[in-house]
């Protein structure tokens, strides 16, 4: 159980990551670390899941880097992002109804039935453009 009382302040922390997809697991893994460093272990499995349907997204469907951003938010959201050089939107979730045994395209699908809330929005900085894709959990 998470006991977002005993986390009162804000934390972030942002892992760039190669066009590579050995990045996923070591993006989920990094997240796996952080959460139970910050004594959020009843977020790990959920938060990794999307973390990893997150990454697989801006590694699989990119050529550029990505990078993986953790947010905490007092009194309790967790907020898991990831930004690629791809300033297209991502394709939107197709109803869970329609999804079938192949990997393919469920990512988002995953998102949506597992954050409370998720979103994308274009990004243009510094030059660099690309996309921000997240979603957020609440600590019960």
């Known amino acids: 159980m998470t006991h977002a009382r005993k986390h009162p302040e804000a934390w972030e922390y942002c892992l760039s990551i190669p066009n590579d997809l050995r990045a996923v697991t070591v993006s989920r893994r990094t997240l796996r670390l952080i959460l139970t460093a910050h004594g959020l272990i009843g977020l ?3 938060a990794e ?8 997204n801006a590694v699989r469907h990119t050529k ?15 907020r898991i992002g990831a930004w690629d050089a791809d300033p297209e939107p991502p394709e939107p979730p197709v109803p869970l109804a329609r ?9 988002l699908v995953l998102v949506r039935a597992c954050a409370d809330v998720w979103g ?5 900085r510094h030059g660099n453009r690309g996309k921000y894709v997240w979603c957020e959990l609440a600590a019960a």
């Not at 994308?120 to 243009?124: A, Q, R, V």
Request: net charge negative; glycine share 10%; aromatic share 4%.
């Open 49 to 56: 899941l999307l973390a990893t349907e997150l990454v697989t």
């Open 44 to 46: 790990v499995d959920v």
């Open 64 to 78: 550029g880097p990505a990078a993986l951003r953790v947010r905490w938010a007092p009194p309790g959201t967790l």
């Open 120 to 124: 994308w929005h274009p990004l243009s």
């Open 99 to 107: 999804i079938s045994e192949a990997e393919e395209g469920r990512g």
